[in-house]
Structure formats: structure tokens, C-alpha cells
Nanobody, 126 residues
């Protein structure tokens, strides 16, 4: 069984930082790109960041560029999202996911990911 478990969410004030973790089990994902998505109340799920299978490149949504950093540790089968300078509009449930295809740079399309975590809540107060 494949399982992704996100952790590290919580309540922070605007301008603060959080680091989210996504630990995978049941399969090694070192050959797959990984992504982070989020869903705010009343809004559709949106792309946040993706990291290539090799960890050599990353994509970010314009809304989080220069504030968030995605990284991975294949030895731990874990992907991270470092979030700095948090804003109230970052409030959402954050999900990690595994891309369907091997050896890609990832993408911003949720339909191209096939394994998802349960999500972790991030709340940013003003």
C-alpha cells in the first residue's frame, strides 16, 4: 500500500514561517517528480510547487515564488515545503502528491499526479 503523510502545518502569524513534510511509504519515489497543492475554503485546489525527480529543478506558482522552497530527501523518501513570509491568503489545506510518470520535472496539473496525502492545515492570521 502506498501512503503519503503530510505534517508540519499549524497556526502562524503573517510574516512567519512553517516547514511542511511529506513522508512516503509503500514505494520509493526517487524516480518521480513530487508536487505540493493547496485548497482554501471556497476555492478550487491550486498548484503550489513541484520538484523534478532528480531534485535539480523546481516550479512555483507566482503567488508563492521567492517565499516558498520545495526540496526532497530521497534517502528518507520525503519531500519538504519551506514556507517563509506567510500571508493570510496562504491559508489552506496543503497536499503533497506523486507524479504519474518517471523522470520528469513535474507539472502544475493535478491530473498528472496519482498518489495524494491526506493534507495538513496551514492557517495564517493577520
Amino acid at each position: 500500500q502506498v501512503q503519503l503523510v503530510e505534517s508540519g502545518g499549524g497556526l502562524v502569524q503573517a510574516g512567519g514561517s512553517l516547514r511542511l513534510s511529506c513522508a512516503a511509504s509503500g514505494r520509493t519515489f526517487s524516480r518521480y517528480a513530487m508536487g505540493w497543492f493547496r485548497q482554501a475554503p471556497g476555492k478550487e485546489r491550486e498548484f503550489v510547487a513541484a520538484i523534478s525527480w532528480s531534485g535539480g529543478s523546481a516550479y512555483y506558482a507566482d503567488s508563492v515564488k521567492d517565499r516558498f522552497t520545495i526540496s526532497r530527501d530521497n534517502a528518507k523518501n520525503t519531500v519538504y515545503l519551506q514556507m517563509n513570509s506567510l500571508k493570510p491568503e496562504d491559508t489552506a489545506v496543503y497536499y503533497c502528491a506523486v507524479h504519474k510518470s518517471q523522470f520528469t520535472r513535474g507539472s502544475s496539473w493535478s491530473s498528472e499526479y496519482d498518489y495524494w496525502g491526506q493534507g495538513t492545515q496551514v492557517t495564517v492570521s493577520s
